[in-house]
């Protein structure tokens, strides 16, 4: 009996990951300007300490396009995807850009051992009690946020990070 329900529920979670998938279009607020384009809606500003104790905040990189990753230590998917970011982060790292990960209610010690094992080249911030992820709708990690030069979330949970960094940064 047991084996059946584990059986069940993991087809069940198997079935449901594909309507989980995510978009590469801003959420809404309002019905837009008239014209029908959609309104950005301005990223929550934060401010959270690197794994050094230094502040970040959001609005000190007004001007660029900011790349926020939401993930955690123990999250296999996010540990799957270093490899991606650290070549985006390489590709735009001397453009007008900011790359930053966010860790979710983890502690220092353990983020700060986690960037050294992985050799972790962006900045790494610590949010540990979730206020930052909870105020960009973070439900799940991995979470992939573009912010662009204006301030406004021009991609929520990105599908095709790399692409939408492509076009911002030609700009």
């Known amino acids: 009996m047991i084996r059946r329900i ?13 309507f989980a998938s995510c978009e590469d279009k ?4 309002g019905s837009g300007t008239g014209s029908g384009t959609p309104e950005r809606i301005t990223a929550p500003n934060f401010s959270l300490q690197d794994i050094t104790g230094r502040t970040w905040r959001l609005a000190d990189h007004r001007g660029k396009v900011v790349f926020l990753n939401f993930t955690t230590t123990w999250c296999p998917w996010c540990l799957k995807d270093i490899p991606t970011l650290k070549k985006i982060y390489e590709r735009y790292r001397n453009k007008e850009f900011e790359f930053v990960s966010i860790y979710i209610e983890e502690s220092q010690k353990k983020v700060s051992s986690f960037a050294v094992k992985h050799k972790l080249p962006y900045k790494i911030l610590l949010d540990p009690e979730g206020k930052a992820a909870r105020s960009y709708g973070v439900r799940g ?4 946020v573009v912010v662009g030069r204006d301030g406004t979330i021009t991609c929520w949970m990105c599908n095709d ?8 940064l030609k700009k």
């Not at 801003?26 to 607020?29: A, F, G, L, S, W």
């Not at 990690?141 to 992939?144: A, F, Q």
């Open 26 to 29: 801003t959420p809404k607020r």
């Open 161 to 168: 990070t790399e692409g939408v960094l492509e076009r911002m």
């Open 141 to 144: 990690v991995p979470t992939k």
């Open 6 to 18: 584990v059986v069940c529920s993991a087809l069940i979670f198997v079935i449901a990951l594909p």
